[in-house]
Each structure stands twice: as structure tokens, then as C-alpha cells.
């Protein structure tokens, strides 16, 4: 059985503005990040973990679970700050939240409830399983700057998006 360290040489996870902070349409900011995941499973990466927040994470997740349709033999992991933190969004992105949900290899809760430290505990917790972080990242200050900081000290590669 493979030990947590090796398992993490062959995770990436995920980071992201919100859609409307990226400047870009959705379009363009997808197939980057589909280049993006292709290029990491070229690079031996197989499992993938998203943050499963509105957006890029939701977008990341979908893209691997199409590819892993696909045939290539990749898993995601769901890596939700606490149970039910989709409640205010949206119809649409609640079901695409949900239907990642139900179609991901593992499901992980990160914190039992919500708390003002916890998308960052779950933040932290993808980074530290992980060998890349692959971000939408413009410069702007937030959740995915403090992720793009986190993983430069924990010396995990970042390959930009945008």
C-alpha cells in the first residue's frame, strides 16, 4: 500500500477566483483549465481534488469527471469546507455542485460546521496532499491568493491558468 507521501507525488488540486473576478469569459477560463488538467495527467498526475466552491472548483471538477468518462484513469476528490455550505447559491450551481458530488471517488468534509477559518483549513488541507496546485489567479487579494502562498511556502509547484 502506497504511504501518504507517495500518494500526494500524483495529486493536484485546485484554486480560483470567483467567475467574475478572472476578466476573462468562461469559455476561455475552461479550456485553460482543461489544458491545464490534461497536461498534469500527461505528467502522471491522477487524482484531483477540488475545493467543489462555485466556479473554478466546480468547473475543475466537472472537466475530470467528463475525461474520467472518457477512460483516462483518473479520480476526484471532493474536498467540501463543511456540510451544506452551497445552501445560498444558486439553483444551477447547487445541482452542478450536487452532481459532482455524487459522480466524485471520495467525498472528504473538511470541518464539521461553519466557521471563519474553514474554507482555509480546506484550503490548506488540499495543498498538503497534494504535489501541484493548479490556479485561476489573477494577483487579486482572497481565498486563492492565501492558497497560492500556502502552497509556495509548502513548496508545492503552481501552474497558472490565466
Same mark, same amino acid.
Given at each position: ?74 479520480? +476526484? !476528490? #471532493? %474536498?467540501?469546507?463543511? /456540510? ?7 439553483? *444551477?450551481?447547487?445541482? =452542478? ?35 501541484? +496546485? !493548479? #490556479? %485561476?489567479?489573477?494577483? /487579486? ?7 497560492? *502562498?500556502?502552497?509556495? =511556502? ?9
Amino acid at each position: 500500500m502506497p504511504t501518504e507521501s507517495e500518494l500526494r507525488l500524483h495529486r493536484a488540486c485546485f484554486t480560483g477566483h470567483r467567475p467574475h473576478k478572472l476578466h476573462q469569459p468562461e469559455s476561455v477560463v475552461i479550456a485553460a483549465l482543461e489544458a491545464k488538467i490534461r497536461e498534469a495527467i500527461d505528467d502522471g498526475f491522477v487524482t484531483f481534488i477540488s475545493g467543489m466552491a462555485w466556479g473554478v472548483d466546480i468547473w475543475a471538477a466537472e472537466i475530470v469527471l467528463r475525461l474520467k468518462s472518457e477512460g483516462h484513469p483518473i479520480h +476526484l !476528490i #471532493a %474536498a467540501v469546507p463543511y /456540510e451544506g455550505f452551497e445552501r445560498s447559491w444558486d439553483d *444551477d450551481w447547487k445541482q =452542478r455542485y450536487h452532481d459532482a458530488l455524487a459522480a466524485a471517488d471520495l467525498v472528504k468534509y473538511v470541518c464539521e460546521h461553519y466557521h471563519r477559518g474553514c474554507y482555509q483549513i480546506r484550503n490548506e488541507w488540499m495543498v498538503d496532499r497534494s504535489a501541484r +496546485l !493548479i #490556479a %485561476a489567479y489573477t494577483g /487579486e487579494k482572497g481565498g486563492t491568493k492565501n492558497t497560492v *502562498d500556502y502552497a509556495a =511556502r509548502k513548496g508545492v509547484q503552481t501552474v497558472f491558468v490565466l
